[in-house]
């Protein structure tokens, strides 16, 4: 038998769903109110469901393979797993559903300045020259570029295509398109074909500079910190209107203030940011050109029951002695 612990507290229904994989599979589900495996205590089995931080190696003898809740990766980077030879898997691909969504719900408020309607909705005011005021920006015929083309960027990309946008992309690899990690039927562009374009991220300016729109998937690396800052913010268009859904510290935050105040782009939508929360003396809340949301893309209702597909496809593939889904380049960071 192969023991697996489970730390996130999964429907009996989704539980039963894991047991049927395999019957080699023993599974045992523990809850840790502290988010993390005690210091003092072994852990036996082979396979590790993380929404707990995982036990140091030395207590875990067996341990070959963490499959972690979340699709980021960053918060394990000073865990003393990360310099062993255990596997890592993230839930990659999981909420990229409705972060997409989101990403859509920000391009639509922008375009149709949803803002301003919520401003003289608010005063009770019926605004004399509603034209100039309220016209929107027609998605069609715009141009979206994606900065990193993983899951949630290319189901970006899907809806994007639905609205007649040209699509853009940057890739860490853009020779090789397609989508190595876990998908969800029906979603996202798993064989490269949506965007228009793909680009090296060293040419990232070049792609920005065409741009109408431009969304943030990146994932949080030592090479990603401050990606996102005055040098790029200045190769964007004036009516370029931004979007990060990825981590905070992608953007150095203190030149997208200055870029939207001086004009550099338009406006941002934004729901992570360098600390969180975002704290009440920023003045991103009371720009009237930013659209700010308190980190909530990647709340889905769903969250659970995908993430109880990928890791029974992953324990699958790891019985089969296959490739694994969405496992981390720890020199790539993610």
């Known amino acids: 038998m192969i023991r697996v612990i489970v730390t996130a ?6 539980m039963d769903r894991l047991r049927a994989v395999s019957p ?25 469901y993380a929404k707990a931080l995982p036990p140091r190696p030395e207590q875990a003898p067996a341990l070959r393979w963490v499959q972690t809740h979340w699709a980021g990766i960053d918060h394990l980077k000073d865990e003393p797993i990360w310099n062993s030879d255990i596997e890592l898997t993230t839930a990659s691909g999981v909420h990229a559903p409705n972060v997409a969504q989101y990403v859509m719900a920000q391009l639509l408020a922008w375009a149709n300045r949803v803002p301003r309607w919520l401003r003289h909705q608010a005063r009770s005011e019926w605004p004399k020259e509603r034209w100039q005021k309220f016209v929107p920006d027609e998605l069609r015929g715009r141009t979206l570029g994606i900065l990193g ?26 020779r090789s398109v397609a989508h190595e990690g876990y998908t969800i039927p029906g979603t996202g562009d798993p064989a490269g074909n949506i965007a228009n374009r ?8 070049s792609m920005v500079a065409e741009c109408d729109y431009v969304v943030i998937t ?18 964007m268009k004036p009516n ?6 990825g981590r905070g510290p992608v953007v150095k935050e203190a030149d997208l203030v200055r870029g939207l105040r001086k004009g550099w782009i338009a406006g941002a939508g934004l729901d992570v940011f360098e600390t969180e929360p975002l704290p009440a003396d920023s003045p991103l809340w009371g720009m009237e050109n930013v659209i700010v949301s308190p980190h909530v893309s990647g709340f889905t209702p769903y969250y659970d029951e ?24 720890r020199d790539a960071g993610y």
């Open 240 to 245: 370029c209107f931004l979007v990060n859904v």
């Open 198 to 205: 793909i680009y090296p991220s060293e040419a990232t300016r």
């Open 149 to 174: 083309y993983g899951s949630i960027g290319r189901e970006v990309a899907r809806l994007a295509r639905c609205f007649g946008m040209i699509v853009l992309a940057t890739k860490r690899d853009a």
């Open 306 to 329: 995908r993430a109880t597909d990928l890791f029974a496809e992953n324990l699958r593939r790891y019985l089969a002695s296959e490739p694994l889904l969405n496992l981390v380049d």
């Open 9 to 14: 507290p999964f429907h009996p229904n989704l």
């Open 24 to 48: 080699q599979l023993e599974f045992e589900q523990v809850n840790l109110p502290e988010g993390r495996w005690p210091a003092e205590r072994p852990m036996l089995a082979e396979i590790y």
């Open 218 to 235: 990146l994932p949080l690396t030592a090479k990603t910190h401050h990606f996102v800052d005055e040098a790029l913010l200045r190769e």
